[in-house]
């Protein structure tokens, strides 16, 4: 497959992306659509495979650093982050679909996991936000948008 290393490009920025680490997966995706020499349907698998991986890698991060809530260095006080969990779990399910947004998605993706939202539930909510962008990026591509 002579496209295997673009596939291998785009999986890897868009873990990147994905994560909390700035990079431009969306804007990579449209100069290869618009370079019309690669697969669009297997750009957008290897994207949204990286994305799924990028806000899987996210939610442990959050999950493992809640760890050092108690200890006197940590940033935040045990009592606002009860208050975040009340809050995240009165509306914490919604906000995950603003997880594709950019600027605020990486923190939403965080806070679920230091809240110890469901993983699966995680997974397929921020991940299926996340990779919305590839699909819309796609379409823009299409000129359908």
Known sequence: MPELHI?????????????????????????????????????????????????????ILGRYLSQFQNAKWFPVKSSYIEKSKLLFDKHGRAALLLSGVPLIGDPITIVAGALKVNFGFYLLTAGLAKCARYGLVWLLYLGIV
Do not use: H
């Open 7 to 59: 596939l291998i490009f785009q999986f890897s920025i868009s873990l990147l992306s994905a994560s909390i680490i700035p990079a431009q997966g969306e804007l990579v995706m449209f100069a290869l659509l618009a370079s019309g020499k690669y697969t669009a349907w297997l750009l957008l698998c290897a994207a949204c495979t990286g994305t799924f991986l990028g806000v899987g890698i996210n939610w």
